[in-house]
């Protein structure tokens, strides 16, 4: 059974509109692009919380997907993350893994939206299944590339004295892309360099 998204949402704080509290729609105020946390909109709510189906939608940073996602996106940490905290590490669904990504990491990517993979397949189920394996080789470059960056910058900091900072630079580099980045960089000054 999956998490209470609506729970979920309690947990971190988030303001909820009263009048909608506990409905199949709640709404609530959208923690990632707080446009409706603006003084001048006091009395809007753009996040949808579906407490049926556990998803969520901001209408408009268009932010969305199910109560992992929510959930991974809010404590900045990868939603398999999430998801073997839940279940244990047994695999839940086997979505592509272009299907994962979030709105935010689409963006990334150059993205202006996340892609209806849904009607994609309806349409063509090839043409889908070819652009879902570029976007997943996009998104394994992009991940290189960012931890070949954090490397960089840690490798900085450690010389320059400034270690704690490049790590502190990392994990917020962590938070906005939603990449395991850390872990994969320390162990790489773990392993024993070899002269050459």
């Given at each position: 059974?999956?998490?209470?998204?609506?729970?979920?949402?309690?947990?971190?704080?988030?303001?909820?509109?009263?009048?909608?509290?506990?409905?199949?729609?709640?709404?609530?105020?959208?923690?990632?692009?707080?446009?409706?946390?603006?003084?001048?909109?006091?009395?809007?709510?753009?996040?949808?919380?579906?407490?049926?189906?556990?998803?969520?939608?901001?209408?408009?940073?268009?932010?969305?997907?199910?109560?992992?996602?929510?959930?991974?996106?809010?404590?900045?940490?990868?939603?398999?993350?999430?998801?073997?905290?839940?279940?244990?590490?047994?695999?839940?669904?086997?979505?592509?893994?272009?299907?994962?990504?979030?709105?935010?990491?689409?963006?990334?990517?150059?993205?202006s939206r996340r892609p209806d993979w849904i009607a994609l397949e309806e349409r063509d189920r090839e043409f889908a299944a070819r652009a879902k394996n570029l976007v997943?080789?996009?998104?394994?470059?992009?991940?290189?590339?960012?931890?070949?960056?954090?490397?960089?910058?840690?490798?900085?900091?450690?010389?320059?004295?400034?270690?704690?900072?490049?790590?502190?630079?990392?994990?917020?580099?962590?938070?906005?892309?939603?990449?395991?980045?850390?872990?994969?960089?320390?162990?790489?000054?773990?392993?024993?360099?070899?002269?050459?």
């Amino acid at each position: 059974m999956l998490p209470s998204i609506l729970e979920i949402a309690e947990q971190h704080g988030i303001i909820i509109d009263p009048k909608t509290y506990g409905r199949k729609e709640t709404l609530a105020k959208c923690p990632f692009c707080h446009e409706d946390s603006k003084p001048h909109k006091q009395k809007r709510y753009y996040l949808s919380l579906n407490t049926e189906a556990q998803v969520f939608k901001c209408w408009f940073c268009g932010e969305s997907g199910g109560v992992f996602r929510f959930v991974s996106l809010l404590e900045g940490i990868p939603e398999a993350e999430v998801v073997k905290r839940h279940y244990g590490g047994r695999k839940v669904s086997r979505k592509h893994e272009a299907e994962t990504l979030t709105t935010r990491q689409y963006r990334l990517l150059g993205y202006s939206r996340r892609p209806d993979w849904i009607a994609l397949e309806e349409r063509d189920r090839e043409f889908a299944a070819r652009a879902k394996n570029l976007v997943r080789k996009e998104w394994n470059e992009f991940v290189r590339k960012e931890i070949e960056q954090a490397k960089k910058l840690l490798e900085f900091g450690i010389r320059s004295s400034e270690k704690e900072k490049a790590i502190l630079l990392i994990k917020k580099r962590e938070r906005e892309t939603g990449i395991s980045i850390l872990k994969p960089v320390l162990n790489s000054f773990k392993t024993p360099r070899r002269a050459g």
